[in-house]
């Protein structure tokens, strides 16, 4: 909780509080209730840094997986042509032995 000093309005119809911690202005009813009072701006702007927070988090965690996709999409292509030049000179043997054969 933010500490707040009444700087006017006792006798109208709002009171007007001043936020210590950022110098914010603003006016309540006397309906409200004292222990749920806080800076609205504060709780706004500290709202909004945590808005700002996760989305560098989530930007980092994009970058991350797309980082780990593509490893994984490099592994994946280089283990398929590893498969295909040890088939190619797997059928290519077993032909040339075909061909031998009927020489």
């Known amino acids: 909780m933010t500490n707040l000093t009444v700087i006017g309005g006792l006798y109208e119809n709002a009171i007007t509080i001043r936020c210590n911690a950022n110098r914010h202005t603003f006016s309540i009813s006397y309906q409200k209730k004292l222990c749920q009072l806080n800076c609205q701006s504060c709780r706004l702007h500290e709202k909004n840094l945590r808005k700002e927070e996760l989305l560098q988090?989530?930007?980092?965690?994009?970058?991350?997986?797309?980082?780990?996709?593509?490893?994984?999409?490099?592994?994946?292509?280089?283990?398929?042509?590893?498969?295909?030049?040890?088939?190619?000179?797997n059928s290519g043997s077993s032909s040339s032995r075909c061909w031998n054969n009927n020489t």
């Open 57 to 89: 988090e989530d930007i980092a965690q994009s970058k991350l997986n797309e980082l780990h996709q593509n490893k994984m999409f490099e592994d994946a292509r280089i283990k398929m042509e590893s498969e295909m030049k040890s088939s190619s000179k």
